[in-house]
């Protein structure tokens, strides 16, 4: 069996991400694996928002702290002039650090499960278009967290 196979007369395909497929009437989860087909449907109603999810930069958050640290210890107890620019480098890759990477969206819907919400996660790459199908679609814009 196809995708095809499982669409309602009438339905077409409006956009795809694979696994993910927008069509005239929901939107379709769809895999073949070693077991056959996995296929999950979910009705363009039921979706609440489309978020968009950004996760801190840990790494660069610590390097920016010790950096300021650095920065003032110097400062502070050896008179170095030149360890100012480090504190405020170091307080700028806090503020990136803490903004964050696009990761993924995330399609919310009413009553979700934890396995839901992974299953229903589309990363980032390759995924514009299809998150801009949704968005028309649903007439919901795409949030960020």
Avoid at 90 to 116: C, K, P, R, S, W
């Amino acid at each position: 069996m196809s995708l095809r196979d499982h669409l309602e007369p009438e339905e077409h395909i409006q956009s795809r991400c694979d696994p993910f497929y927008a069509t005239s009437r929901r939107l379709i989860r769809y895999q073949l694996t070693r077991e056959g087909e996995k296929i999950q449907f979910l009705s363009y109603r039921g979706v609440k928002s489309v978020e968009l999810v950004r996760k801190p930069q840990h790494k660069l958050m610590v390097a920016g702290t010790l950096m300021s640290a650095t920065g003032l210890f110097l400062f502070v107890y050896l008179m170095l002039w030149t360890a100012i620019p480090a504190f405020f480098m170091g307080i700028g890759l806090i503020i990136y650090g803490g903004q964050g990477n696009e990761v993924y969206y995330q399609i919310h819907f009413d009553n979700m499960t934890a396995q839901e919400k992974e299953l229903w996660r589309i990363r980032i790459r390759g995924s514009k278009d299809f998150i801009a199908s949704i968005a028309d679609i649903t007439g919901r814009p795409v949030t960020e967290s």
